[in-house]
């Protein structure tokens, strides 16, 4: 296997086992539904369909959150059934749930296969992780869709209590640093491309 294969698949599931990971750690200590069980209790919990909304528009209760910094940051559990940051979370469950689904499956085509694409070139640095943390990202928060119908957010940064940036996760973090990868790589590239080779002076 060709080392920019080993470093698709080791990238991309660094991040879906960091991200379902954390999430399972968010719904252990931030909500009740994994109260009192263990093992592989908590896990079949973790990854089976969610029980009807009960809690304030949540499916799990939450129980607590954890202030990191009182004045812009906490971790507080919120389920979110749209995209990232919670966009198109207002689409009919019947639409979103398979528009996410076929986005998501088009997604994960489309990167395997600009990534064959790549040469290992020096000048393709950043695609070369860029494509893996969106791929590890959009496969997080796809396992959750297909497990409980929503993804599981629970970072908050806020200004005061005035303002709030929708709640996020791991596997957004991953796509939106993936994403920027890529900007600056069509960046770099573009301007490789268009740099002209200066003309080599003849001798006297």
């Known amino acids: 296997m060709q080392k920019k294969y080993v470093v698709l698949i080791a990238v991309a599931l660094g991040v879906v086992a960091l991200d379902q990971w954390v999430k399972f750690e968010v719904l252990s200590e931030l909500t009740t539904a994994l109260d009192g069980k263990g093992g592989g209790d908590g896990i079949g919990v973790f990854l089976h369909d969610a029980p009807e909304l009960r809690f304030d528009g949540f499916h799990y209760q939450s129980?607590?959150?954890?202030?990191?910094?009182?004045?812009?940051?906490?971790?507080r559990y919120a389920e979110n059934p749209g995209a990232a940051f919670g966009l198109f979370r207002?689409?009919?469950?019947?639409?979103?749930?398979?528009?996410?689904?076929?986005?998501?499956?088009?997604?994960?085509?489309?990167?395997?296969?600009?990534?064959?694409?790549?040469?290992?070139?020096?000048?393709?640095?950043?695609?070369?992780?860029?494509?893996?943390?969106?791929?590890?990202?959009?496969?997080?928060?796809?396992?959750?869709?297909?497990?409980?119908?929503?993804?599981?957010?629970?970072?908050?940064?806020?200004?005061?209590?005035?303002?709030?940036?929708?709640?996020?996760?791991?596997a957004d973090m991953a796509i939106c640093v993936g994403v920027g990868l890529l900007l600056i790589d069509s960046f770099v590239r573009k301007e490789k491309k268009d740099a002209k080779p200066v003309p080599a002076q003849s001798a006297a």
């Open 63 to 75: 129980k607590r959150a954890i202030t990191v910094s009182e004045n812009f940051f906490r971790l």
């Open 90 to 170: 207002g689409l009919p469950e019947n639409l979103r749930g398979p528009l996410f689904h076929l986005v998501t499956l088009g997604a994960v085509v489309l990167i395997s296969y600009y990534f064959t694409k790549l040469t290992g070139a020096k000048v393709e640095r950043f695609a070369y992780y860029g494509l893996p943390l969106v791929l590890g990202g959009a496969v997080g928060n796809w396992i959750d869709r297909l497990a409980r119908g929503f993804v599981i957010d629970f970072l908050e940064a806020h200004w005061f209590d005035k303002a709030a940036w929708p709640s996020f996760n791991v």
